[in-house]
């Protein structure tokens, strides 16, 4: 279990631990290093990419907390969806980091905030 300020439970580690081990072994078939150094290595690496995962969804969470109480005011030119709206969503679902809101920030001259953070 991850918790609310990154921390992780002891089964988490003793997973990360085995993944760690199980990738050392196999690149010790490739390099000349010391068991605990491709230990070390991979144990940070799998910590690493969890901790970036957990950011990434707590960012997600945030931000789909934040659309609910913040409604956009649609510009009068904006198109009705279309053929693509759903690909679009998808999209912007998958990589927020690219257009995490409908229109851009200019656009936001009509917020109207719904509720109280």
Known sequence: MLGAFGELSTDCYSLAYA???VKAIKYLSYFDIKLQD???LH?????RLWGLTAQRGW???IL????GLVVLAEPP???????DAEAHGHRNFFFPATGCLPHPLPALAGVV???VF
């Open 113 to 115: 905030v719904t509720g």
């Open 43 to 47: 144990k940070q690496a799998v910590l």
């Open 77 to 83: 030119d904006a198109p009705e969806g279309g053929p």
């Open 59 to 61: 960012a997600r969470l």
């Open 38 to 40: 491709a230990l070390a």
């Open 19 to 21: 993944i760690a081990r």
């Open 64 to 67: 789909n907390r934040l659309r």
